[in-house]
T-cell receptor, first 110, second 115 residues
């Protein structure tokens, strides 16, 4: 089976940096995703990590450590529009099936 | 990124009627699509995996006769909620697997309200 754990809520200030952590347990690992979801909308793809290390994409970076069952999403130069839920999702076991965490609701304040 | 279109975005129907939701991959072919359900302030719950040309694979606890899935082409999967009841009211989201990078891209979702 799979288990994904991430904080329920976080608050950060506009212009700052925030790190959203995700820990997981899985019987098989094929990749970890981060998605952004605004209220009432569908998720949008942010990043996909298969190998250990940091992947940077503009203001967003994602890190993975497979041995520790740990990932984080780093958001720099926060903007008000970054207020959303951030979903950590794991591909493991059945190759194509992805299991989503409960999401971290990020609130960016002025 | 790849584009997935989901239609309709919102539907209100009477109890007992059936509702069909379409999911299309617009700029790529998807042999695999997924249907999710999301309750307010909850994460995505996978209902079924839709495979082109074969039967869908349903998750435990999801009634296959209630939620009919058809994936007749490489760009279209449909979910039909049969004999809908108020407890079926929810946000339904589809995704399509872009095979080259193995990434799921999501449709905009369908908000179903059953009266």
């Amino acid at each position: 089976g799979q288990n994904i754990d991430q904080p329920t809520e976080m608050t950060a200030t506009e212009g700052a940096i925030v790190q959203i952590n995700c820990t997981y347990q899985t019987s098989g690992f094929n990749g970890l995703f981060w998605y952004q979801q605004h209220a009432g909308e569908a998720p949008t793809f942010l990043s996909y990590n298969v190998l250990d290390g940091l992947e940077e994409k503009g203001r967003f970076s994602s890190f993975l450590s497979r041995s520790k069952g740990y990932s984080y999403l780093l958001l720099k130069e926060l903007q008000m529009k970054d207020s959303a839920s951030y979903l950590c999702a794991l591909r493991g076991g059945g190759y194509q099936k992805v299991t989503f965490g409960t999401g971290t609701k990020l609130q960016v304040i002025p | 990124g790849a584009v997935v279109s989901q239609h309709p975005s919102r539907v209100i129907c009477k109890s007992g009627t059936s509702v069909k939701i379409e999911c299309r991959s617009l700029d790529f072919q998807a042999t695999t699509m997924f249907w999710y359900r999301q309750f307010p302030k909850k994460s995505l719950m996978l209902m079924a995996t839709s495979n082109e040309g074969s039967k869908a694979t349903y998750e435990q606890g999801v009634e296959k006769d209630k939620f009919l899935i058809n994936h007749a082409s490489l760009t279209l999967s449909t979910l039909t909620v049969t004999s809908a009841h108020p407890e079926d009211s929810s946000f339904y989201i589809c995704s399509a697997l872009e095979g080259e990078r193995d990434i799921q891209y999501f449709g905009a979702g369908t908000r179903l309200s059953v009266l």
